[in-house]
T-cell receptor
Framework: GAVVSQHPSRVICKSGTSVKIECRSL??????MFWYRQFPKQSLMLMAT?????????EQGVEKDKFLINHASLTLSTLTVTSAHPEDSSFYIC??????????????FGSGTRLTVV | GEDVEQSLFLSVREGDSSVINCTYT??????LYWYKQEPGAGLQLLTY?????DMKQDQRLTVLLNKKDKHLSLRIADTQTGDSAIYFC????????????FGPGTRLSVLP
């Protein structure tokens, strides 16, 4: 089945530094990927929609200059948390939409990245 | 806006059936999903149902959809300790960014 690889799975960084998270579709092409954030014991909240070759679309309240998204190829999207602060600590999950399978099962989630900012 | 609701907790005994309920508000939803999340892990797609279906069964899992009441349920037969996890209901509508709207998740605890 479709696999999405998300790295790193866990990262601890110092306040003020930047962290890059990768989301890679391994066996399918994904023109669209999604980035979610999940706070402890809460549901997933969509942060942005990443489109290959164009600018990402951010949800209301998400700072695009803080959460930089690059979707430079059909299999890779990256999320960079810039100048991270402790309140950015969270679980980040990506999802990739199979360009050739837009139906019900055409979306695959990564395994998530636990970001801790100290 | 779109909203998805679920009860937050469910406890069952091993071997019993579990029923997790979900309600949603967007009548234009095309697909409704059930995902499983184990601690520290991503989301695992369990099953999904197209909005013109009433029921879908896949081994121990049965999904029932009442489109009129916008109610979705997931039944897990013969629940095992390995089924302990958080279960998210999600709906996806056509148009826009094709993104999902997730419920808050139901934490299923299976007691021996």
């Amino acid at each position: 089945g479709a696999v999405v690889s998300q790295h790193p799975s866990r990262v601890i960084c110092k306040s003020g530094t930047s962290v890059k998270i990768e989301c890679r579709s391994l066996d399918f092409q994904a023109t669209t990927m999604f980035w979610y954030r999940q706070f402890p014991k809460q549901s997933l909240m969509l942060m942005a929609t990443s489109n290959e070759g164009s600018k990402a679309t951010y949800e209301q309240g998400v700072e695009k200059d803080k959460f930089l998204i690059n979707h430079a190829s059909l299999t890779l999207s990256t999320l960079t948390v810039t100048s991270a602060h402790p309140e950015d600590s969270s679980f980040y999950i990506c999802s990739a939409r199979d360009s050739n399978n837009p139906g019900g099962a055409g979306y695959t989630f990564g395994s998530g990245t636990r970001l801790t900012v100290v | 806006g779109e909203d998805v609701e679920q009860s937050l907790f469910l406890s069952v005994r091993e071997g019993d059936s579990s029923v997790i309920n979900c309600t949603y508000t967007d009548s234009s939803s095309t697909y409704l999903y059930w995902y499983k999340q184990e601690p520290g892990a991503g989301l695992q797609l369990l099953t999904y149902i197209f909005s013109n279906m009433d029921m879908k069964q896949d081994q121990r899992l049965t999904v029932l959809l009442n489109k009129k009441d916008k109610h979705l349920s997931l039944r897990i037969a013969d629940t095992q300790t390995g089924d302990s996890a958080i279960y998210f209901c999600a709906e996806r509508s056509p148009g826009g960014g094709q993104n999902f709207v997730f419920g808050p998740g139901t934490r299923l605890s299976v007691l021996p």
